[in-house]
Nanobody, 124 residues
């Protein structure tokens, strides 16, 4: 079965950086576009960025310039590099595999497989 496993979360001071990883199994990773989302307590799930199977990445306006999505198809892994972190970035971060037919890359409904999430906490 398909599994997405995130790692790399933790506690970091404001201004610091973290790189999250998401390892995929049970699917042909190189054929799948991937996305990153986050959800803070009491808030809706927020789209952060996506990368297609050819490696073209897109970051949401809210994190543009600070967050970067990349992938390594040889390792079945997608990454989220987060720089200049702020306390408001505190959330559970999840990766997801996009449906082949999806056209709205920022909608959670465009993704059919999800990881369990990893907690990121940014202290002030």
């Amino acid at each position: 079965q398909v599994q997405l496993v995130e790692s790399g979360g933790g506690l970091v001071q404001a201004g610091g950086s973290l790189r999250l990883s998401c390892v995929a199994s049970g699917l042909t990773f190189s054929d799948i576009a991937m996305g990153w989302f986050r959800q803070a307590p009491g808030k809706e799930r927020e789209f952060l960025g996506s990368i297609n199977r050819k490696g073209s990445a897109y970051a949401a306006d809210s994190v543009q310039g600070r967050f970067t999505v990349s992938r390594d198809n040889a390792k079945n892994t997608v990454y989220l590099q987060m720089n200049s972190l702020k306390p408001e970035d505190t959330a559970v971060y999840s990766c997801a595999a996009r449906r082949p037919s999806a056209v709205v890359i920022g909608s959670p409904s465009s993704y059919n497989y999800w990881g369990q999430g990893t907690q990121v906490t940014v202290s002030s």
